[in-house]
């Protein structure tokens, strides 16, 4: 699942030497969505981006209500993340449209595949932050979809760790880490930073692991750095 949250600045402002995320001013739609979560008990976090690119991860995921949440953080702060899509849906007369919500167009058929195709995308753009939902359902499963992971190793990007935390009612991106390679030590930093934070049904939370699964999406486009996971998720 793709969490899908709207560009809405330049990435010209965003001031990369203070690593301030450079929020727009708050017009009185924004603070009616940060008002309705107040409303609710919500506090919302926002760390500032250290790099003009990076990919954001979302977890836990077990509710419908998570949509709603996230949207109303998403449009209250204004959040420059771009998502994904088939390409067959960015054809006139929709294309613009989709490409203003921040949608990226990515075409599966491209030599290496989809996360080649994306790593490309990164190098042709000066800025991009692609927003992701590991687990890819709302169900229980014993692992994560691993294509942040390669994503972020295969782009050289940091990683955003987004939450939804219904027991201290907080939302918002908490901190960014940076992959070494290094499955287990990579996946320990998630855990830490997960360990306090849960999702409004717990039990349908996935473990967080990656699966390890050959692909020969992965032979066809070697990653910048070590990678041990082969998942694209």
């Given at each position: ?20 995320f450079p929020s727009p001013p708050r017009n009185p739609f924004r603070r009616f969505c940060l ?20 990919v954001v991860v979302v977890y836990p995921h077990t509710s419908n209500w998570d949509f709603v ?161 082969r998942d694209p998720g």
């Amino acid at each position: 699942m793709l969490l899908c949250i709207r560009e809405r600045y330049a990435p010209e402002e965003m001031s990369l030497d203070s690593s301030i995320f450079p929020s727009p001013p708050r017009n009185p739609f924004r603070r009616f969505c940060l008002w309705i979560l107040s409303l609710f008990g919500w506090r919302t976090v926002l760390a500032p981006f250290p790099e003009a690119k990076g990919v954001v991860v979302v977890y836990p995921h077990t509710s419908n209500w998570d949509f709603v949440v996230g949207m109303l953080y998403r449009l209250g702060h204004a959040v420059p993340v771009h998502w994904l899509g088939k390409h067959s849906l960015f054809r006139w007369p929709f294309a613009g449209l989709l490409q203003r919500l921040g949608g990226i167009a990515i075409d599966r058929r491209t030599p290496g595949g989809a996360i080649r195709s994306i790593v490309d995308e990164f190098d042709r753009r000066e800025f991009m932050w692609l927003a992701l939902a590991p687990e890819g359902t709302r169900s229980y499963t014993d692992h994560l979809k691993s294509g942040f992971y390669q994503i972020a190793l295969a782009a050289g990007v940091p990683c955003g760790l987004g939450h939804i935390d219904y027991v201290n009612k907080t939302v918002g991106i908490g901190t960014f880490v940076s992959f070494s390679g290094d499955m287990d030590e990579d996946m320990d930093k998630l855990r830490a930073f997960y360990a306090d934070k849960q999702g409004l049904r717990p039990e349908q939370a996935s473990e967080l692991r990656l699966r390890l699964l050959p692909s020969p999406e992965a032979d066809a486009a070697p990653p910048r750095q070590d990678m041990r996971e082969r998942d694209p998720g």
